[in-house]
């Protein structure tokens, strides 16, 4: 058993590469900007870089594991991921930098769909796959915290001329021990059934998703203009023609990318369709907190920064306790705690005042942060939940393009509507209708996210609970 753990580890640390490297750059956009002379489109391309090749990849990536290896994936992934951040770290100028964090979230969507799939075979019993997601969620709390507290500690410090280069550069010493230990320790899996990879497919299917996540992307600094409108019209199009080709392909019994078996699960279309929701929700609050906390609340940086952290304390606290819930009481504990992160932001709405003192938005952020760290773990459980080991990987990489596309939408489609309430010259007052707004919407998501967790098959429901 502590074999298994410690193999859980080892794939834990792509999770957390993953994840803290989507949030440590944005503390640091100021000394980028200021060292490398770019311009505001260019350190907006630095941050979507990341996400925009992260999104496009994830589905090939979990289907690259399903054919030639997880094991070999990953460490390949791991690899990539340390040369791109050697590359970041060392740039000269803003296009390398933009190139860099592109192919650096290219090789986090090698690795994302591995860690999900590793842990699905690695604990084939469901009271100890539903621990193992526990730590995955523990781990996500932690990349988020460190994301946002390292990218500001090394942009702060004094021993060089350019400290904000260690933000990448410390992915080397977690990259390499990675790298040797998982060549020790991981075990080796893919389906056994001999295809080669539809390149086709890949650069359809990569095109289509990188028009979409550039243009939701771009659209949260530029607004949805013609461009970006006609570039999610050419990806949707470009989408559509892939999926008849896939089906096509897999009726001539060719080489596919997607295998349309995995949404005959139904508690896998339940699990797309309530992570998609709850990430809506979830990265558009996110986004809109900031705002509100430094522009309505006038808080500073440091202070909004600081708050926010006490949100990633609870994340983690929540996905070690509610193990135990999710074990012994199923989706009734998920939608217990999907309510209870619609009572806090209710709270929210008549707390978050200026007068309000910190030790209350300290509390509301730890429990809302406990709300969430009770729910995102299970949510892939549920969606992977009785997957046969041949369509893990591409079932792992679908999960997690809906989940990366849906933090997208909700921050440019959420955040839109917040700007709109908020006027061209917002008062405090503004600032408050605004957030009421964008707040009112994330409870709708969260409603959907309930519905689609109480409509999960029956046949779920005795994995889902521990017998007395």
Known sequence: MKHKYLKLLVILFGQLLTIMDIFIINVSIPSVQRDLHASNGEMQFMIAAYLIGFASFLITGGRLGDLYGRKKIYIIGLIAFMVSSIACGISIGAEQLVISRFVQG???????????????????????????????????????ILGQFLGGYFSSL????????????????????????????????????????????????????????????????????????????ISAGIIFGFIKNQKKRIQNESSYLIDFELFRYKNFNQGIVAVSFFFIMLDSYFYILSLFFQDGLKISPLEAGEIIAFQGLGFILASAVSVKLILRYGKKALIAGLSFIIVILIFQLFLFRIQTGFPVLWLLLFLHGLGVGSIIPSLANIALSGMPEKLIGNASGVYNTFQQIAAIIGIVAVGSIFYYFLGAKPAVQNYHNAFTIAVLINILCLIFVIVSVFRVPNHVLPEMRCKK
């Open 158 to 233: 004094t021993i060089m001329e350019e400290p904000w280069r260690l933000i990448f550069l410390m992915n080397i010493p977690i990259c390499l021990p990675a790298v040797f230990m998982s060549l020790k320790l991981l075990n080796e899996s893919k389906i056994s059934v001999k295809q080669s990879l539809n390149m086709g497919g890949v650069a359809i299917l990569s095109v289509g998703l990188f028009c979409a996540a550039y243009a939701l992307t771009m659209s949260e600094h530029e607004g949805f203009h013609f461009k970006n409108a006609l570039l999610m019209v």
């Open 106 to 144: 290219i090789s986090a969507a090698m690795m994302a769909p591995q860690v999900l799939s590793m842990i699905q075979i690695l604990f084939p019993v469901h009271h100890e796959r539903t621990k193992a997601m526990g730590w995955y969620g523990i781990t996500i709390g932690i990349g988020t």
